[in-house]
C-alpha cells in the first residue's frame, strides 16, 4: 500500500502543453518534495515544501502545498521535451528524516 | 564536488551467491539512505542512518538483507543468499537534517 498516491500514472502530451501532477495522501506530513528522475539515474530533488498552503516556482514549473498538509501539485507551463521523465513525490515524517515516495508520475513530452 | 557513489553499477548473479552493494555519500552530510526501485513496488525505503548509526530498519525485507556503515564515507548492503526477487535498481541517498535527498546513481541487480 502506497502511503502517497500520484496521478495520473502516465502523461503523454505535446510540447508547449500544460499540465498538472497531483500527490495525495491520508497522512499529514512535515514538509513534502519533489523530484525528477530520468533512465538510468536516480531521482534529482527539484523542491521543498514545508508550509500548508505553500506556493513556490521553479522557472515553468509551479509547486503547491495542501493547506493540511496532506497533498500537492506540480503544474508545468508550456511544457518541453526537456521535461520528460518520472516524477516523484516524497513526504517527510515528523521528525523530517525518514521520506516515503509516491508511485511516479510518467511523463512524455513530444516535439 | 563528487555526488554520492555507488558501485558496482551493474550486478548479475546467480541465486544463493552473496551480493555486496557499496555506497559513499557526500561528505558533510549526516544521513544516509538506501532505495530500492522495482516497477511493481516504486521507491522502497529499506534502511536509514543517521551519524552511522542505524535509525530505521523496518524496511528491510527479511534477514537475508544487511547494511552497515563503519564510518561517514562508506555503507555496504549486502544480501546473502541473494534471490531472485531481489532483482532491482538499489539507491543510496545522503542528506543533511531536514534538506532533500541526493540520489546515487544506482545498482542494477539482476538475480538469475
Known amino acids: 500500500t502506497q502511503l502517497l498516491e500520484q496521478s495520473p500514472q502516465f502523461l503523454s502530451i505535446q510540447e508547449g502543453e500544460n499540465l498538472t501532477v497531483y500527490c495525495n495522501s491520508s497522512s499529514v506530513f512535515s514538509s513534502l518534495q519533489w523530484y525528477r528522475q530520468e533512465p538510468g539515474e536516480g531521482p534529482v530533488l527539484l523542491v521543498t515544501v514545508v508550509t500548508g498552503g505553500e506556493v513556490k516556482k521553479l522557472k515553468r514549473l509551479t509547486f503547491q502545498f495542501g493547506d493540511a498538509r496532506k497533498d500537492s501539485s506540480l503544474h508545468i507551463t508550456a511544457a518541453q521535451p526537456g521535461d520528460t521523465g518520472l516524477y516523484l513525490c516524497a513526504g517527510a515524517s515528523d521528525n523530517f528524516n525518514k521520506f516515503y515516495f509516491g508511485s511516479g508520475t510518467k511523463l512524455n513530452v513530444k516535439p | 564536488d563528487a555526488g554520492v557513489i555507488q558501485s558496482p553499477r551493474h550486478e548479475v548473479t546467480e541465486m544463493g551467491q552473496e551480493v555486496t552493494l557499496r555506497c559513499k555519500p557526500i561528505s558533510g552530510h549526516d544521513y544516509l539512505f538506501w532505495y530500492r526501485q522495482t516497477m511493481m513496488r516504486g521507491l522502497e525505503l529499506l534502511i536509514y542512518f543517521n551519524n552511522n548509526v542505524p535509525i530505521d530498519d523496518s524496511g528491510m525485507p527479511e534477514d537475508r538483507f544487511s547494511a552497515k556503515m563503519p564510518n561517514a564515507s562508506f555503507s555496504t548492503l549486502k544480501i546473502q543468499p541473494s534471490e531472485p526477487r531481489d532483482s532491482a535498481v538499489y539507491f543510496c541517498?545522503?542528506?543533511?537534517w531536514g534538506q532533500g535527498l541526493f540520489f546515487g546513481p544506482g545498482t542494477r541487480l539482476t538475480v538469475l
Open positions: 541517498a545522503s542528506s543533511l
